[in-house]
């Protein structure tokens, strides 16, 4: 299994950035699929999670602002991420659950104020 995720950016508070990870290697139909952020200094947090048969959460702090979409046939997820904060910087990592925990490369997120 093979994450690669891109669409990271810098941007002012207020903007919007669209994150994409695309899978191969597995039956993307029968995977969960996360967001995850990891702040400087922080440890890493769940943003946004979907599940194999379209349950969705949010974290408390992104709801309303972002949100979390797959394609199973382009076998990709996406975050589309609007109205962002500065508390939104950081690195962020797509997950999927199949069988067990596979991690994309970080995507790195600006946010200035």
């Known amino acids: 299994v093979q994450l690669q995720a891109s669409g990271g950016g810098s941007v002012q508070a207020g903007g919007s950035l669209r994150l994409s990870c695309k899978a191969s290697?597995?039956?993307?139909?029968?995977?969960?699929l996360g967001w995850y952020r990891q702040a400087p200094g922080k440890q890493r947090e769940l943003v946004a999670a979907?599940?194999?048969?379209?349950?969705?959460n949010y974290a408390d702090s992104v709801k309303d602002r972002f949100t979390i979409s797959r394609d199973n046939i382009r076998r990709t997820m996406f975050l589309q991420m609007d109205n962002l904060e500065p508390e939104d910087t950081g690195t962020y990592y797509c997950?999927?659950?199949?069988?067990?925990?596979?991690w994309g490369q970080g995507t790195l997120v600006t946010v200035s104020s």
């Open positions: 997950n999927i659950e199949y069988g067990r925990g596979f």
């Open positions: 979907v599940t194999q048969g379209g349950g969705i």
């Open positions: 290697g597995l039956n993307f139909r029968l995977a969960g």
